[in-house]
């Protein structure tokens, strides 16, 4: 019973017809009534013959019609008469979140100037929810597909806030969401489960969820060919050995004996872990070798306090943190081509021939504004082309300036460094260094606006000839 909601479970017909009996007596004896367009009789764990007579039943209650139903929703979730099913609550909890997500997105779309750290904040808050309610208890219930469904609209979203096409010239999902700090659905609902796997035991004895809960972890340890293969229980145990929390599945005081502040944070470390075993595992055999450059641009260590945006980012992992650069309102079109680089979308040739059908060889991806037969990729465009040698040379020279006014500028040695490594530390590598790090930023983002200005005629060219229609954005008060 919640409130104004209450639910009656009965064996027989004949049970439930007692017991609306004593509910409508009730309801006399303290002058209030039921309403019977909003109530309703559902029968599961019946055979066909029983579904049958329940329909052709006329049910009342407190002199009102109840319809025999096949789903209800009660306290928000979708229950069928298939109790092991929850295909439909996912699946109306998938429309309504993305109907609210393309909302949302229209609003926070990276021609807004909103910061890209405060639209995921938005979507976290209002997105979110509907995509965690109940998860709990359905998370690991539902398909693979429809779990790649829910992950789809908040990829979606990230994207659109970042103002990457459909397929993001390849940028996987892995980078997109390290790039803003946001973590996979499934690592939320594992979480969620693992806090509702303490809930259960830490009941008292005398509450009925305790008590089922213990009768079905005996049986799904048993390892009896019947009994404790179905339901929640097995999930649960899945979960807690995909997460090596053994102890905790083997015996359930574990979770009790442990402070709630203590579990969640085994619980979150568990996943965590976990988790960036596999994205690692993931991004590591890539087949687009942007991709695995990202992965040495990223800091994927946990967040330092010298570094962290707010008190909530401290001693969290790198990829849950997002990018300082991002919150840069006021040079829209430089933060742009940064995040395109970071992520190996700037349309170069290289991506071009990437995206071409077929794909071209790399040999085919050469620099049309230097023609010495190089591959144009981010580091060509960055550090080698001397189409843009001028601005170059006054790039280096503040970055110099910049590092010897560190603590680390020994360390780097930026001068001596190979092409490929300076294009890692003029992208954002961490250096240990905020202040540093902030000024390289500063200076690589006035690079970028030159050197792509001087390129903007010839990718207008190239989209003409190929049918593009790339391009890099920017408000009418910048300037290059």
């Known amino acids: 019973m919640y409130a104004d909601d209450i639910i009656m479970l009965a064996a027989t017909p004949l049970e439930l017809q007692r017991m609306n009996a004593v509910a409508t007596k009730y309801a006399h004896q303290h002058r209030f009534?039921?309403?019977?367009?909003?109530?309703?009789?559902?029968?599961?764990?019946?055979?066909?013959?029983?579904?049958?007579?329940?329909?052709?039943?006329?049910?009342?209650?407190?002199?009102?019609?109840?319809?025999?139903?096949?789903?209800?929703?009660?306290?928000?979730?979708?229950?069928?008469?298939?109790?092991?099913?929850?295909?439909?609550?996912?699946?109306?909890?998938?429309?309504?979140?993305?109907?609210?997500?393309?909302?949302?997105?229209?609003?926070?779309?990276?021609?807004?100037?909103?910061?890209?750290?405060?639209?995921?904040?938005?979507?976290?808050?209002?997105?979110?929810?509907?995509?965690?309610?109940?998860?709990?208890?359905?998370?690991?219930?539902?398909?693979?597909?429809?779990?790649?469904?829910?992950?789809?609209?908040?990829?979606?979203?990230?994207?659109?806030?970042?103002?990457?096409?459909?397929?993001?010239?390849?940028?996987?999902?892995?980078?997109?969401?390290a790039e803003t700090g946001t973590e996979p659905l499934a690592d939320r609902w594992a979480k969620l489960q693992l806090g509702f796997w303490r809930r259960l035991f830490v009941a008292s004895d005398s509450r009925l969820l305790n008590v089922v809960a213990k009768f079905r972890h005996k049986e799904a340890s048993a390892n009896h060919h019947r009994y404790g293969t179905r339901g929640w229980m097995p999930t649960a145990r899945e979960l807690l050995l995909h997460?090596?929390?053994?102890?905790?599945?083997?015996?359930?005081?574990?979770?009790?004996?442990?402070?709630?502040?203590?579990?969640?944070?085994?619980?979150?470390?568990?996943?965590?872990?976990?988790?960036?075993?596999?994205?690692?595992?993931?991004?590591?055999s890539a087949e687009g070798s942007a991709t695995r450059e990202y992965t040495r641009i990223k800091n994927w260590e946990r967040t330092e306090r010298s570094h962290a945006f707010s008190s909530g980012e401290e001693n969290?992992?790198?990829?849950?943190?997002?990018?300082?650069?991002?919150?840069?309102?006021?040079?829209?079109?430089?933060?742009?081509?940064?995040?395109?680089?970071?992520?190996?979308?700037?349309?170069?040739?290289?991506?071009?021939?990437?995206?071409?059908?077929?794909?071209?060889?790399?040999?085919?991806?050469?620099?049309?504004?230097?023609?010495?037969?190089?591959?144009?990729?981010?580091?060509?465009?960055?550090?080698?082309?001397?189409?843009?040698?001028?601005?170059?040379?006054?790039?280096?020279?503040?970055?110099g300036r910049a590092l010897r006014a560190s603590l680390v500028g020994d360390e780097v040695d930026f001068d001596n460094q190979n092409a490929t490594t300076q294009a890692r530390i003029l992208l954002g590598k961490w250096l240990n260094d905020k202040l540093l790090e902030d000024r390289i930023d500063r200076h690589i983002k006035t690079y970028m606006i030159k050197a792509w200005n001087i390129r903007t005629p010839m990718t207008h060219k190239i989209n003409r000839i190929m049918g593009r229609s790339d391009d890099v954005w920017a408000k009418p008060r910048e300037t290059g």
């Not at 096949?70 to 069928?80: K, P, Q, R, S």
């Not at 008469?81 to 997500?101: C, D, F, I």
């Not at 021939?353 to 620099?367: D, N």
């Open 33 to 177: 009534q039921y309403n019977g367009t909003k109530s309703a009789v559902m029968v599961f764990n019946a055979t066909n013959e029983a579904r049958a007579r329940a329909k052709a039943h006329n049910w009342t209650l407190f002199g009102e019609d109840v319809k025999v139903v096949d789903e209800y929703t009660y306290l928000g979730t979708v229950t069928t008469n298939n109790e092991a099913s929850w295909k439909k609550h996912t699946k109306r909890a998938l429309e309504k979140a993305q109907a609210r997500s393309s909302d949302l997105l229209f609003v926070c779309r990276r021609d807004r100037g909103l910061r890209p750290r405060t639209a995921v904040t938005l979507w976290q808050s209002l997105v979110r929810p509907i995509l965690e309610y109940g998860a709990e208890l359905w998370s690991r219930q539902i398909t693979q597909t429809m779990a790649g469904e829910a992950e789809k609209i908040q990829t979606e979203f990230l994207r659109g806030v970042l103002g990457l096409h459909a397929n993001g010239g390849g940028v996987s999902n892995d980078a997109i969401r």
């Open 243 to 284: 997460h090596d929390m053994h102890d905790a599945w083997a015996d359930t005081a574990t979770a009790v004996k442990l402070p709630l502040p203590a579990w969640k944070e085994q619980c979150y470390a568990a996943v965590e872990t976990s988790s960036d075993a596999a994205r690692h595992q993931r991004m590591r």
């Open 316 to 399: 969290r992992l790198g990829r849950r943190t997002p990018e300082r650069y991002l919150d840069d309102r006021q040079h829209l079109k430089a933060t742009r081509l940064k995040l395109l680089c970071r992520l190996g979308a700037l349309p170069l040739m290289d991506r071009v021939g990437r995206e071409a059908s077929p794909k071209w060889p790399k040999h085919y991806r050469t620099c049309p504004m230097c023609k010495r037969g190089a591959v144009e990729d981010v580091t060509h465009f960055l550090t080698t082309c001397p189409a843009y040698e001028t601005h170059r040379t006054r790039l280096y020279t503040q970055v």
